[in-house]
């Protein structure tokens, strides 16, 4: 059974001028959250163990007394708007933020590709999606090519699910890995995931546990301040105290045992640490998640976009024996000009490389299970993937060595292998003849020497996952200050079933194939649950 999948007569999607009928027929779709609500804000900084206590005192005192014994009420008004004030801030930011990245879609209309808007999608569209994007529909797929979903967020299965033509697909999935047309069947609120995502993605207010500590304690006060007002009280009546006199005098007594600058000192901590660290660029949501961001002990990382730069350029191509520098460099153009899957590693070759893009007859999508990709165009076949799956020969040394100096490598040949046989499980085409290899370079980020430096002195461990070859995560780790106590692991070299693994002192993993999603030559790492031990291995 083959997964590459053919072009011929592709789907056409609608027409622009029924798409905008259709458009108009339905209405706007109602906004998505893009942030917590005003009302769980309120809620969350208003709705208190300490501020029901001070409510409860101060209502008894203007009930029965003068209003100027209640004024300790100023510090239950005080200590929910500095919460309120923060969070409303954060979330306008938020608000903005989401703007300025608000979700697309590729939609086929009249037999061409374009980007709209979420919003714009209609039932009956034919939406093209690869790997890394987001179902925004229900639909029925179309064409497949190679195609897996992570729909976690519906079934709670972690590993992808493959997906043929004919399938259905739901809204909340995320594309893992391939590409593939389906057509739209329900959107918005008439889609079947639209309840369970939404569900999913909903604000919850956790208190952390300064906070469940402070509450045990305020309500262990209660217990202690509701016996000794009764007993004021019961004094008082004894003395033919005036009601007027006798409550004011048993609050005063007992609202005493509340902690007001504790809890309010807390509150100034929490504020003037949010505002420090939205100096430094960082948007703190719910001030009480600066207490577990405190509380971090190790941090796992990504190295693309993380320690490096998120765009990676082409450095060098080495050509095979026999073959022409022009020759490698137009098959890399075509490749990456043609190919309907996008990556880094792509991207990086079709801005070096600028060929007019080709329409594939056959494509095998990337995987990072198997780490190579192929692509048909007109009588040309190209595969394209990590080196050691080429019989690269005198270029091995080559390879390895840039590999070893942190730099991506990529080896692409020709095939005569119809790809449309192609069972990409069983590896690539063995006629593969090289055409050479092409080296990307990634650079650090400008402060990423400074941030590790930071963070190790402040006792926090790093750890590096990517799908990078682990020589290459281990030179970029290195150069960025991260302490490698032992050598980088592979995850192909783990056990099935160990995503789990630990590494004592290790800083690094590379390639784990048995999970989804990377680059050319990459895969993910391990997951960031503990670190990597060597007997795990």
């Known amino acids: 059974m083959a997964t ?37 804000i309120v809620r969350a900084n208003v709705l208190t163990i300490f501020n029901l206590i001070l409510a409860v005192f101060g209502g008894l005192t203007l009930a029965y007394g003068e209003w100027q014994d209640s004024l300790f009420l100023g510090i239950l008004v005080f200590n929910s708007a500095i919460g309120i ?70 079934t709670g299965e972690s590993r992808p699910v493959t997906r043929a033509p004919g399938e259905e697909v739901r809204s909340g999935s995320f594309v893992a890995e391939g590409i593939g047309e389906f057509e739209v069947t329900a959107v918005g609120e008439q889609s079947y995931a639209s309840r369970i995502a939404g569900e999913a993605r909903s604000f919850r207010h956790p208190r952390s546990p300064l906070e469940r500590a402070l509450n ?43 902690p007001e600058g504790l809890i309010l000192l ?60 022009g020759e490698l460099e137009k098959a890399l153009g075509s490749y990456g000009a043609s190919a309907a ?38 009588a040309d076949r190209y595969v394209l993937g990590a080196p050691e799956l ?26 005569s292998a119809d790809l449309g046989d192609v069972r990409p499980e069983q590896g690539p085409p063995a006629d593969l003849r090289p055409l050479g290899i092409v080296v990307i370079g990634e650079r650090l980020r400008p402060r990423a020497r400074e941030t590790v430096e930071y963070l190790l002195a402040q006792g926090v461990e790093l750890r590096v996952l990517s799908g990078d070859r682990p020589e290459t995560v281990a030179v970029i780790a290195r150069e960025a200050g991260i302490p490698e106590r032992g050598p980088p692991l592979d995850g192909s070299d783990l056990p099935a079933g160990a995503g789990r693994a630990r590494q004592d002192g290790a800083s690094v993993v590379g390639h784990r194939p048995d999970l989804a999603g990377g680059e050319e030559g990459r895969g993910p790492g391990s997951d960031c649950g503990r670190p990597l031990r060597g007997d795990d291995r």
């Open 4 to 40: 590459a999948t053919s072009a011929t007569a592709p789907p056409s999607g609608l027409t622009e001028a029924e798409a905008t009928r259709r458009l108009a027929a339905r209405g706007p779709l109602p906004s998505p959250a893009t942030s917590r609500s005003y009302a769980s």
């Open 85 to 154: 004030f923060q969070e409303v801030r954060a979330k306008k930011a938020l608000d903005r933020l989401a703007a300025l990245v608000a979700p697309t879609a590729t939609v086929v209309r009249d037999g061409a590709p374009r980007e709209v808007g979420v919003d714009n999608v209609v039932v009956g569209d034919l939406l093209r999606v690869q790997a890394g994007d987001q179902i925004v529909a229900d639909g029925q797929i179309q064409t497949a090519s190679g195609l897996s979903l992570d729909e976690s967020i519906l």
């Open 216 to 258: 045990v304690l305020l309500l262990s006060l209660v217990c202690v301040m509701v016996p000794l007002g009764l007993l004021l009280g019961f004094a008082l009546y004894h003395r033919h105290t005036r009601l007027t006199d006798a409550v004011p005098t048993a609050v005063a007594a007992v609202v005493t045992l509340v």
């Open 266 to 325: 807390t509150s100034l901590a929490f504020a003037v640490a949010a505002l420090r660290m939205a100096r430094r660029g960082a948007l703190v949501q719910q001030l009480n998640a600066l207490e577990s961001l405190a509380s971090v002990d190790m941090v796992c990382m990504d190295k693309t976009g993380t320690l490096t730069e998120p765009e990676p350029q082409v450095l060098e191509t080495v050509t095979a024996p026999g073959v022409m520098k």
């Open 341 to 378: 899957s996008r990556t880094s590693t792509l991207d990086a070759i079709r801005t070096a490389f600028t060929v007019e893009p080709g329409r594939p007859a056959a494509e095998v999508p990337f995987s990072s299970s198997r780490r190579w990709s192929a692509l048909a165009i007109g």
């Open 390 to 415: 080429f019989p690269l020969d005198g270029l091995k040394e080559r390879a390895a060595a840039e590999a070893s100096k942190g730099r991506r490598v990529v080896a692409i040949g020709t095939t």
